[in-house]
């Protein structure tokens, strides 16, 4: 069974850029999809964005443009790379593995990670 590890997160000026990395351990996750989700205070848990094993990638809306999701199968790791952070972004981040859902990101994903928080000022 694969353990996820997040780190990354911090506080940012808005219009800023984070890099987050999950990194696994007990196994490879090469073959899984791995995605990001994010809670915000108060709100209940989200899809971000997620990437299958053979690359394809999927975005919520409001990251289209702003962030990239790619992965380093040799280092078992998985980046969420942000760009113009907006003090929405706000939350706990959370990257989880599993298979692809077509239409329900969360529901495909077998291990989650404990989480790293993003704060974004305005």
């Known amino acids: 069974q694969v353990q996820l590890v997040e780190s990354g997160g911090g506080l940012v000026q808005t219009g800023g850029s984070l890099r987050l990395a999950c990194a696994a351990s007990g196994g490879t996750f090469s073959g899984y999809t791995v995605g990001w989700f994010r809670q915000a205070p108060g709100k209940e848990r989200v899809f971000v964005a997620r990437?299958?094993?053979?690359?394809?990638?999927d975005y919520v809306d409001t990251a289209k443009g702003r962030f990239t999701i790619s992965r380093d199968n040799i280092k078992n790791t998985v980046f969420l790379q942000m760009n113009s952070l907006k003090p929405e972004d706000t939350a706990v981040y959370y990257c989880?593995?599993?298979?692809?859902?077509?239409?329900?990101?969360?529901?495909?994903?077998?291990?989650w990670g404990k989480g790293t928080l993003v704060t974004v000022s305005s």
């Open positions: 989880a593995a599993g298979w692809w859902s077509p239409n329900s990101p969360a529901s495909g994903m077998n291990y």
């Open positions: 990437i299958r094993s053979d690359g394809t990638t």
